[in-house]
């Protein structure tokens, strides 16, 4: 399958083209329509290299997900197979490229925050560890080693940066500057119990969630996830058969394009080195695997 870079849909008003979707306005002030394309970043910025699938894959766990956890907060989502709707024109795209990466959703009002929640010693959070024995100066217990499991899941949440800029953790006091203080603790305890609730689950289909990010916005005045909800992109997937604390575990998640561009030395500042092909190949690989294990739906679902 080819991969798909951008989307160009020439009936609609491109609003936005983010690190991986592109937003629509569809002729209506309530909705949006989102394109999840196959593009793919590191290190806040977006690679000239696509992975094929990754957009249908995104989309089809986020849709998973936000189903899942309607019982904990209600998300945006609308239409998850838009094709039918009265505004789709057959001549505006060639669906079979585009069929299962597309949604309708309704607009919010995004929260400028993104919340983070840990489960796991892992990434930064473990470099910063070595450092002062802290995670986002959350005080932990000693001794801790790499990737073990945190004695409980803590909630580092951080700003939200525009493409090609980087995010910065700040303390939960800040949340309360910047939402309010009911509505800072009303994320982070969601946060908090959405991680739970999915952590749990893939735990089951042999999947650890060492730590994921949340995005939440608000439609007349109601919180509301938006965005993505526990992908390979916004979360850290690591196989619990091949986990063991002390170590680096394999991942399910693009930390295998973080490592290469560590090995290939590039500094983190665009525009980025393109991937070759046996890094596009295990990736994708990857996406799919984590998109099997958690959902049980069949591989030709994404084909």
Known sequence: MNAVYQSNLPSYRLLKRGKVRDVYDVGNEELLLIVA????????CVLPTPIPRKGMLLTQM??????????????????????WMDWYYEDDWDFDSWRRRVVLVKKAEPLPVEAIVRGYLAGSGWKEYQKSGTVCQIPLPSGLRQSQQLPEPIYTPSTKAAVGEHDENIAFEQTIELLGEDLAQQVR????KLYTYAAAYAHERGIIIADTKFEFGLIDGKLVLIDELFTPDSSRFWPLDDYEPGKSPVSFDKQYVRDYLEEVRWDKTPPAPELPVEVVRKTAEKYLEAYRRLTDAPADSVS
């Open 189 to 192: 305890d969601i946060s908090l």
């Open 62 to 83: 986020s849709n998973f997900w936000f189903e899942k956890t309607r019982h904990i907060i209600p998300n945006h989502l609308v239409d998850t197979n838009p094709e």
């Open 37 to 44: 394309c196959d593009r793919i970043s590191a290190f806040d």
